[in-house]
């Protein structure tokens, strides 16, 4: 597409109030292409999303992820920490322990949940099942499961959904410079 074609995608909206009953300017939506092979056959399937609600939701998700743990360690003052410290004799410091395995779990799961709950927000459908609207989280992600979803087509949704606000560095250069 030439960078002709793609400004023409573009609509410019200038901004000079805002009206608690004018049409939510910030939302946005979009399709999410998901790659999907049978029998050798690429297919690709259109998958509607939007960013309503998202970043509200990855900031709440941020106020709840695990800290690690802290653990006293002895810094000598020639290493490059005791430098950094200003430090003149051995110390002990407590430094957190990002290795620490249960702290690596729970961050983990904490990433996967943000991951899902992301998804389930972003996504434009409803998702059903034979009783009809599926408004259980983990129901709705059992039946996404259960549909074939992988993980890189999540993390391709999931992408997608993040793009619908965010300017890559080429979109920029594109289109504003």
Known sequence: MS???EQKKIE????TEFNEDDEPIFSSDGISQVKVTKGGIVKIVNVPIQSTG???LVDTFRGKAPIPPKKQTWVDPESEIGKEL???KKNAVFTFDYTDQAYLKAKEKHESD?????L????AIKITDKNGVVEDKDKQIEILKKRGLSGDQFSQIIQD???LTTWT???RERFLG
């Open 12 to 15: 410019v909206i200038n901004i």
């Open 169 to 171: 560095q080429e979109e």
């Open 86 to 88: 200003g430090i003149t």
């Open 54 to 56: 998202v970043s509200e």
């Open 114 to 118: 943000l991951g899902m709950e992301i």
């Open 3 to 5: 960078k002709e074609e």
């Open 120 to 123: 389930l927000k972003g996504l």
């Open 161 to 163: 959904i993040q793009a």
